[in-house]
């Protein structure tokens, strides 16, 4: 039943029905819709924001590592580096198993790394090689990046590689000057954004300014020639010898500078994962050992010096064998009545044992001390060892005799050098300085380390006088003649130390550390130079003739490179160490003798030796044309010789 000329009345109440209905969910929708929008819009949106967007630190441009003349040893040059959200590859072995092949990785190590990681960002492998960049990108995977990031490059390669140290894979500073001056090299980190695009891929929200956050500079007081020709001078002695290794030190006696510090095995920083922590410590400051025979010079200071002896007071030694309380002690060959002076140059062990009651412990003690032996240089180095010296109360009636030739105190070779580069600056010791200054972005000085006189050893008197003494241990009836350096006057002492048994007691003499420490021209000094060659297997094992002529050619090489004229009357003036402003024209060279090659190109120079028709080993160091060379023009060639030729860059 309906009402008249109406509609029914069931149809329409179903349609408010459903109209009420719909006016309802429209309503909680719009309600929905402003809660989330007005109420919860901020959170929600920061959440999205967060997974688009991830923060990726990106290490800053490290400063540079200058040598003394402003050759650069350390750089920062372009890399790149991958990152992952490991949520997106670990569920897809297929693409996990591309990628740790694009990159040379294990995938198992891979994934184990990444699992229960917690967050969706994680760097995979930082310092990738171009190649390797470029096979990643070539994936377009979800959830993987490339990045440009600076990496660290030393282009000397193993040059002074122990010295300057390694960057580690997040970008902090090992060993070396790179971990001592990490703060000042490192610079501040960056905070990038990266954001996913439409395929999920991470990439960066923008390209960063790294040179904003760029770490300062260190210059070295190394000098690379120097550096590379005491490498090169203990390199082929420890191959000569067939040692377990070596070390040299070249310092300034009169500034302390440290000009090259020589090891060998040899360490690339560039390749530092696969190296040893043994390969990478830097041995001179580090390991010690029984200075032998050196020290015996530092002895006869501390007495000539306190007026204990004098060099003309003669010594009684025994005809090689003296029995003294329970030990007995022998000479290298056997002396009867020995001078002071001629103990030294001869190296007797009874000589300096018999002088040793002539100072009472304290005060022999407190001289070498002194010297260096015991204390910390200040080297700006970490890891340094101050030696093995113990205070007098802990000696026995033995110590000051054993003492007297090198046994029983330990020292480190920088410190054996020191202490001989305080004889040459008349008996002021200077602190060994490895770094010179630090320098922005523009070279320009932001602070200065000058030399600091360290104490002094003895007195300038004295100093001049143990000089003279240890000018004729080069003599041909010293222990050194192979040391002498042709046209300049050597003041230096031989070392033989047998190596301590730490399993049995006593001493290995079938293991020893043969050394050679002096200086030179003698009475104008410019070089300190310790040479120490470690279990020598091959040949004789006396630091003299193993030793000794490493030292000579380190010297003669080196003094030639600093244009330092000889002090011997007669003697030829060195090869100029000039720059050669344009190549020349063709030169005449006779025969077997050193051509003049300033000026000449690499392809020149060794076209130039290759003509002389003697087989020389050459040694280039630079680019560019050559500056200067060793031997001098028309100097005489032997087989095998070491020709070395320093580059300079052209202009």
């Keep these: 039943m309906s009402e008249a000329g109406g509609a029914p009345v069931g149809p329409r109440r179903r349609l408010l029905v459903v109209g009420a209905v719909l006016l309802g969910l429209f309503g909680l929708a719009a309600a929905r819709a402003t809660y989330l929008q007005v109420v919860r819009g901020p959170e929600l949106q920061a959440r999205a924001e967060r997974q688009r967007l991830r923060l990726v630190r990106l290490h800053p441009v490290r400063g540079p590592i200058y040598d003394r003349n402003g050759r650069e040893l350390a750089q920062t040059l372009s890399g790149s580096s991958v990152f992952v959200d490991p949520d997106a590859v670990l569920g897809r072995p297929d693409a996990l198993r591309d990628l740790c092949r694009a990159l040379g990785l294990d995938r198992a190590s891979v994934a184990a790394r990444l699992e ?26 979800t959830g993987v990046g490339v990045v440009r990031e600076p990496q660290r490059y030393y282009p000397k390669r193993s040059l002074a590689g122990q010295v300057l140290g390694f960057v580690g894979g997040d970008g902090r500073g090992l060993g070396g000057i790179e971990y001592r001056f990490d703060d000042v090299l490192r610079g501040q980190e960056l905070e990038v954004e990266a954001e996913r695009d439409a395929r999920g891929r991470l990439l960066l929200a923008r390209p960063p300014d790294l040179s904003r956050s760029a770490g300062r ?22 191959r000569k010898s067939n040692a377990r290794g070596g070390m040299a030190v070249v310092l300034e006696p009169s500034t302390g500078d440290v000009l090259a510090l020589a090891q060998v095995p040899a360490f690339n920083p560039n390749t530092y994962r696969s190296s040893t922590p043994e390969q990478y410590k830097v041995r001179a400051v580090v390991d010690v050992f029984e200075p032998g025979s050196t020290l015996k010079a530092l002895f006869l200071g501390v007495l000539l010096d306190r007026g204990l002896a004098r060099p003309e007071d003669r010594v009684f030694c025994e005809n090689g064998t003296w029995q003294v309380y329970d030990r007995t002690i ?3 060959k056997p002396h009867g009545w020995l001078t002071v002076a001629d103990v030294l140059k001869v190296s007797s062990n009874i000589g300096v044992a018999k002088l040793s009651d002539r ?8 001289g070498l001390v002194g010297f260096g032996l015991g204390r910390f240089t200040g080297i700006e180095l970490g890891g340094e060892s101050r030696g093995l010296f113990p205070e007098p109360e802990a000696w026995s009636k033995l110590t000051p005799i054993t003492v007297s030739y090198g046994q029983g105190v330990s020292a480190t070779a920088l410190q054996v050098a020191s202490a001989f580069a305080a004889i040459a600056n008349d008996g002021m010791r200077m602190r060994p300085r490895l770094v010179r200054a630090v320098v922005d972005d523009q070279g320009r000085e932001i602070r200065r ?4 006189p360290a104490g002094r050893a003895v ?127 063709a030169r ?44 001098a023009p028309g100097a005489p060639l032997a087989p095998g010789q070491v020709c070395s030729v320093v580059f300079r860059p052209l202009l």
Excluded: C, N
């Design 217 to 238: 500079g260190v210059v070295l007081t190394l000098d690379e020639a120097i550096q590379h020709i005491a490498e090169e001078e203990l390199g082929e002695v420890v």
């Design 359 to 366: 100072i009472p412990p304290r005060d022999l003690y407190e």
């Design 116 to 141: 229960g990681r917690g967050r969706r960002f994680t760097w995979l492998k930082r310092g990738v090689s171009p190649g390797e960049a470029e096979a990643v990108r070539a994936l377009g995977l």
């Design 588 to 631: 005449k060279t006779l025969p077997g003798t050193m051509p003049d090659l300033r000026g000449l190109t690499m392809r020149q120079v060794l076209r130039r030796v290759s003509d002389t028709g003697v087989e020389t080993r050459v040694s280039l160091l630079g680019s560019g044309v050559a500056e200067s060379q060793d031997p």
């Design 449 to 452: 380390f000058d030399p600091e």
């Design 459 to 585: 007195a300038a008197a004295t100093a001049q006088t143990l000089t003279r003494l240890l000018e004729r241990v080069v003599d041909a009836e010293g222990t050194a003649p192979l040391a002498a350096v042709p046209g300049y006057r050597v003041a230096g002492k031989t070392g033989t130390a047998w190596k301590p048994d730490p399993v049995r007691g006593g001493y290995r003499r079938d293991r020893v550390v043969a050394s050679f420490v002096g200086s030179v021209p003698s009475r104008r000094p410019r070089l300190t130079i310790l040479v120490a060659v470690d279990e020598p297997r091959r040949g004789s094992r006396y630091g003299g003739m193993v030793a000794g002529p490493a030292f000579r050619e380190m010297a003669r090489r080196i003094l030639g490179y600093l244009e330092v004229s000889p002090d011997l009357p007669g003697a030829a003036e060195p090869p100029s160490g000039g720059v050669a402003r344009r190549p020349r024209q």
């Design 330 to 332: 022998h000479d290298h």
